[in-house]
């Protein structure tokens, strides 16, 4: 008989070589673990080399997943179950677990050819590497074989199960049904129903092996999280991005084109996209970052919601074209997904350094719009945000997402439709002046004197034919202009109409109201800085929090509240930007940057000690 | 021109295409001529002017969309194609014209030119070729002679130079054809050929820069030269040409053709020119009569033939996955779909 132990929080690391599916094992896992009504967060980890040699360091792939019976907001600092596939797994990931931490290894692949490939001279198994954890050793590949040994497939084929038997196992320790996975399993091989039955057969051993065998003395249970009502589901923040687009499409009723060239993290929205054409979503695989941006910019023109996705070196490649859309004053969604850089950097790893390019990598004055999600799910609603700034304010719009987000996972209570923001667009179809003979005429560039926008008059509209361009425009009539103080006039009258973009202010939570520091973040830093911020208030410290999804205008209260906070703490995935922003703009407020860029999101530990430091000691 | 562009012709005249802006080319540029005869031929197409755009990228030519009474965007530079592709993309009710010169197109932009022309987008793309950097105050171009003294070859360009039709025929166009800004009539019936053609069309216009490459088409121009050196390409017809006494023909040659005397060619021999053979071999062999030395130079529709269109294909897909779809009861759909739970 088992003993079933309570937890209320676990961390769990599937690793392994990049072909032994371990992204789908962690997937599926997640799947499980979200029918059971856990919250959870969740971060793939994976080499930027498609397939980098078998059982090497560089080819290690993982899932790190996090769930609980509370609200979480990050995948885990530390993974306390590292399951590792390999030698290599076992290598890469060993520093991060926790002491004490279970590891669950596939014996079968501790071979003295796999251990001398990562440079072990004795198997770890066997010396004191691993004294300070929990170790399980799995035959797992054998086992595997075994298991599957009455179905008709090869030996190669049945080996390649194991990440099911692994999921099969682990799936018993913590106490997930196997439902979920057998579905997924056999609509995921239709076609080669052998193939699928000698999957569901290799995790329901894993289940069983699990049950039975006497290595596992302990099972777990996590009890489900109180979590608002609603329906939920689990999504990436690159598949909200483009479920953001798609809503975008219904709440403003326009077609949607979007030009894309692929760039990782940024080609699954590509992808996404692609497939959902009955939405009335043109895709264009363009032949370059700069044909990408320019068809959206054409396709906008024409009076559809052009987009444009990419990672950073797309981006800047880009510019002279988001420059163009500055000019014409015409709606540009431009997507970053930020990675490591500069250059190709790290492709697959965070970084949040583009928000300077973002604000001001263009020539000239070229002001836009920038925002940044905070999460995942987040990314659907920033989305129809950058959507409304475009269309209302006819402008380029930067969002600035970031690995970490576009492939992390966290549940998302699905939103009400019947709620979204109208983004309905009114085009210019009659004359909106008169000339100096006193007849109707059309003045492209006669602005709204509220938002300052400029009519959006699509080519095919009768009697509105005029001409637009790159070169400066006479205010009104958009005629060439190289009048001096026309050219002021329209500079200022751009950055004006930026500034002045409607956009909410900043939050602030503070609880007690008793904090003299106050710790500020964009994007991804969302749930580390609260995972920590939460850790700091249960030891009774305290501290204000706020952030910021709004980059470019900032909300109009943000120089209130930095002035209400002796210091302001300002971690970023990058060397200081966002402080230098908030330094210029706001020069009384004392802003403390904590920096990292190591292509991995902050730890809501280090966070805490960083905080703690600054509360305490100034 | 798109499929759903209408035919019905309201009675326009060339003067109906003038905007009221002030056209600011040097005095005697090329880019006047190409003007007027484009001008003059837009009634033709039997549009309404709000049903037709123009596209162009940056150089003296690109400023020609602000002197046309249509819709017009003048962009930046070499992306003229790539704008366009997405304007022709999503609106298929629009006649989408592109201007663009030799650094414009063949330098800065010749990745966007290429593509555009082997994916076939309905795009009429007119290269203004004046093989000179006239915006600039006269660089020599990707299409200068090699040896060419300019600002930055003092002492001779070394760049190897395209030819404008074999890049175009090599990026798989399925429309190419050549004239001469001086030849309004030719022009008009080459502009008339592209616009009736469906996908991308690429017409190189030899264009004069008075400024800074005067003359570079001289030869083609002058009475006492043109007629040795002017091809007029005709569907249907053997390519003869020259003047009385000194009659050329075109014959076949090992890989490709030449320029032969009449006289020593058995007329069986000539050849007989066709723009809609679907191998591009022979245009291309047609292109490469002439380089930089314009001494046999063909002008007219090197070829014409039918591809399916980009953009045509685009919207066929979209239409037929969006057809009769309530976009956001299938977005409930779309999010409800696949492994979702409820928490009560």
Same mark, same amino acid.
């Given at each position: 008989m088992n003993t079933v132990r309570q937890l209320d929080r676990v961390v769990i690391r599937f690793a392994g070589d990049s072909g032994d599916g371990m992204q789908l094992t962690g997937d599926r896992f997640t799947a499980e673990t979200a029918k059971l009504g856990n919250d959870l967060s969740t971060l793939p980890n994976f080499p930027a080399e498609i397939r980098a040699p078998a059982g090497t360091l560089p080819g290690v792939s993982s899932f790190q997943i996090h769930f609980a019976d509370s609200d979480i907001l990050t995948p885990g600092d530390q993974p306390e179950v590292l399951v590792a596939m390999n030698p290599a797994a076992l290598k890469a990931n060993l520093r991060?677990?926790? =002491?004490? #931490?279970?590891?669950?290894?596939?014996?079968?692949?501790?071979?003295?050819?796999?251990? !001398?490939?990562?440079?072990?001279?004795?198997?770890?198994?066997?010396?004191?590497?691993?004294?300070?954890?929990?170790?399980?050793?799995?035959?797992?590949?054998?086992?595997?074989?075994? *298991?599957?040994?009455?179905?008709?497939?090869?030996? !190669?084929?049945?080996?390649?199960?194991?990440?099911?038997?692994?999921?099969?196992?682990?799936?018993?320790?913590?106490?997930?049904?196997?439902?979920?996975?057998?579905?997924?399993?056999?609509?995921?091989?239709?076609?080669?129903?052998?193939?699928?039955?000698?999957?569901?057969?290799?995790?329901?051993? %894993?289940?069983?092996?699990?049950?039975?065998?006497?290595?596992?003395?302990?099972?777990?249970?996590?009890?489900?999280?109180?979590?608002?009502?609603?329906?939920?589901?689990?999504?990436? #923040?690159?598949?909200?991005?483009?479920?953001?687009?798609?809503?975008?499409?219904?709440?403003?009723?326009?077609?949607?084109?979007?030009? +894309?060239?692929?760039?990782?993290? +940024?080609?699954?929205?590509?992808?996404?996209?692609?497939?959902?054409?009955?939405?009335?979503?043109?895709?264009?695989?363009?032949?370059?970052?700069?044909? +990408? *941006?320019? +068809?959206?910019?054409?396709?906008?023109? #024409?009076?559809?919601?052009?987009?444009?996705?990419?990672?950073?070196?797309?981006?800047?490649?880009?510019?002279?074209?988001?420059?163009?859309?500055?000019?014409?004053?015409?709606?540009?969604?431009?997507?970053?997904?930020?990675?490591? %850089?500069?250059?190709?950097?790290?492709?697959?790893?965070?970084?949040? *350094?583009?928000?300077?390019?973002?604000?001001?990598?263009?020539?000239?004055?070229?002001?836009?719009?920038?925002? *940044?999600?905070?999460?995942?799910?987040?990314?659907?609603?920033?989305?129809?945000e950058a959507a409304r700034m475009a269309l209302q304010y006819r402008t380029p719009v930067m969002l600035l997402s970031d690995g970490y987000i576009a492939n992390g996972a966290e549940p998302w209570k699905l939103p009400d439709l019947a709620e979204l923001p109208d983004l309905g667009v009114e085009f210019a179809t009659e004359p909106n002046a008169t000339d100096a003979s006193g007849e109707p005429t059309f003045l492209p560039f006669q602005r709204d004197p509220e938002t300052l926008a400029r009519p959006w008059a699509v080519p095919g509209t009768p009697g509105l034919q005029h001409r637009i361009g790159g070169i400066e425009k006479a205010d009104g009539t958009g005629d060439i202009s190289y009048d001096p103080a026309n050219h002021d006039h329209m500079v200022r009258t751009r950055a004006a109409k930026i500034a002045g973009i409607d956009v909410p202010d900043l939050a602030v939570d503070d609880p007690d109201g008793e904090a003299e520091v106050l710790v500020l973040g964009w994007g991804s830093t969302w749930g580390p800085i609260g995972a920590a911020v939460r850790g700091l208030r249960d030891r009774g410290i305290h501290i204000a929090r706020a952030h910021l999804r709004y980059l470019n205008?900032?909300?109009?209260?943000?120089?209130?509240?930095?002035?209400?906070?002796?210091?302001?703490?300002? =971690?970023?995935?990058?060397?200081?930007?966002?402080?230098?922003?908030?330094?210029?703009?706001?020069?009384?407020?004392?802003?403390?940057?904590?920096?990292?860029?190591?292509?991995?999101?902050?730890?809501?530990?280090?966070?805490?000690?960083?905080?703690?430091?600054?509360?305490?000691?100034? | 021109m798109a499929d759903a562009v209408k035919m019905d012709a309201p009675k326009l005249k060339a003067k109906d295409f003038k905007s009221d802006q002030e056209v600011r080319w040097c005095p005697g540029c090329g880019d006047y001529a190409i003007l007027a005869a484009v001008q003059s031929f837009l009634p033709e197409l039997g549009l309404e002017r709000e049903k037709i755009a123009f596209v162009s990228g940056i150089g003296c030519s690109s400023r020609f969309p602000y002197y046309l009474n249509t819709y017009g965007m003048h962009s930046i530079h070499g992306r003229a194609p790539a704008i366009a592709t997405g304007l022709a993309t999503s609106r298929p009710d629009l006649s989408v014209w592109v201007v663009t010169g030799d650094g414009d197109a063949l330098s800065i932009g010749g990745n966007h030119l290429i593509h555009a022309l082997r994916r076939n987008v309905n795009l009429k793309i007119l290269l203004f070729n004046n093989r000179i950097y006239g915006l600039t105050k006269g660089q020599y171009s990707p299409t200068s002679e090699p040896g060419k003294l300019t600002k930055s070859s003092p002492m001779g360009s070394v760049d190897a130079p395209f030819n404008p039709l074999s890049l175009a025929l090599g990026s798989e166009a399925s429309f190419v054809a050549r004239t001469l800004d001086s030849d309004r009539a030719h022009l008009k019936d080459v502009l008339r050929a592209a616009a009736e053609h469906e996908g991308s069309a690429f017409v190189e216009i030899y264009q004069n820069c008075p400024i800074f490459n005067d003359d570079a088409f001289e030869v083609l121009k002058s009475p006492e030269t043109r007629d040795m050196a002017l091809i007029r390409l005709e569907d249907g017809e053997p390519i003869r040409f020259g003047s009385e006494g000194g009659e050329q023909v075109v014959v076949q040659s090992g890989y490709g053709l030449q320029v032969k005397p009449a006289d020593e060619v058995d007329p069986a021999d000539v050849v007989v020119h066709r723009s809609d053979i679907d191998d591009p071999a022979y245009a291309f062999a047609l292109s490469r009569l002439s380089g930089t030395v314009l001494d046999h130079t063909p002008i007219g529709v090197f070829r014409s033939v039918r591809k399916p269109t980009y953009d045509g294909q685009v919207r066929s897909q979209v239409e037929e996955a969006a057809s009769g779809v309530d976009r956001a009861a299938a977005l409930g759909g779309l999010m409800h779909s696949g492994d979702t739970w409820t928490v009560l």
């Open positions: 991060d677990l926790k =002491p004490g #931490g279970i590891i669950i290894v596939n014996t079968d692949e501790f071979t003295k050819r796999n251990l !001398k490939k990562v440079g072990y001279d004795d198997s770890p198994l066997e010396d004191h590497t691993l004294e300070d954890y929990q170790v399980i050793e799995v035959q797992l590949t054998s086992l595997t074989v075994a *298991a599957l040994a009455e179905y008709e497939i090869g030996k !190669k084929d049945a080996a390649r199960s194991k990440n099911m038997f692994a999921l099969g196992l682990l799936s018993w320790m913590y106490s997930r049904t196997t439902e979920v996975t057998e579905e997924f399993l056999r609509k995921k091989f239709t076609k080669k129903p052998q193939i699928a039955e000698a999957n569901v057969a290799a995790l329901k051993a %894993g289940w069983n092996y699990g049950e039975t065998a006497e290595s596992f003395a302990v099972q777990y249970e996590i009890p489900p999280a109180t979590l608002p009502a609603g329906t939920y589901r689990n999504v990436t #923040g690159n598949t909200a991005l483009a479920w953001g687009v798609l809503a975008s499409g219904v709440a403003s009723g326009l077609p949607l084109f979007l030009g +894309a060239y692929p760039i990782t993290p +940024a080609s699954d929205v590509l992808h996404e996209l692609s497939k959902h054409k009955k939405f009335g979503v043109t895709t264009m695989q363009a032949e370059d970052e700069i044909a +990408a *941006a320019g +068809a959206a910019l054409g396709a906008a023109w #024409g009076g559809a919601l052009g987009i444009t996705t990419s990672s950073g070196p797309g981006v800047a490649l880009k510019s002279e074209t988001i420059s163009l859309g500055v000019s014409l004053e015409l709606p540009l969604i431009v997507i970053d997904v930020q990675r490591a %850089g500069p250059s190709t950097g790290m492709p697959t790893k965070t970084e949040q *350094a583009d928000l300077l390019m973002a604000m001001f990598g263009r020539h000239g004055e070229a002001p836009v719009a920038v925002l *940044a999600p905070q999460s995942p799910s987040d990314c659907f609603e920033t989305m129809l205008p900032m909300p109009a209260n943000v120089g209130e509240v930095l002035g209400s906070y002796k210091k302001v703490v300002v =971690p970023e995935m990058n060397l200081g930007q966002l402080a230098l922003l908030l330094r210029g703009n706001f020069p009384s407020a004392d802003v403390i940057g904590y920096n990292k860029v190591r292509g991995l999101p902050f730890t809501s530990n280090e966070l805490q000690d960083a905080l703690e430091e600054v509360v305490k000691n100034g | -």
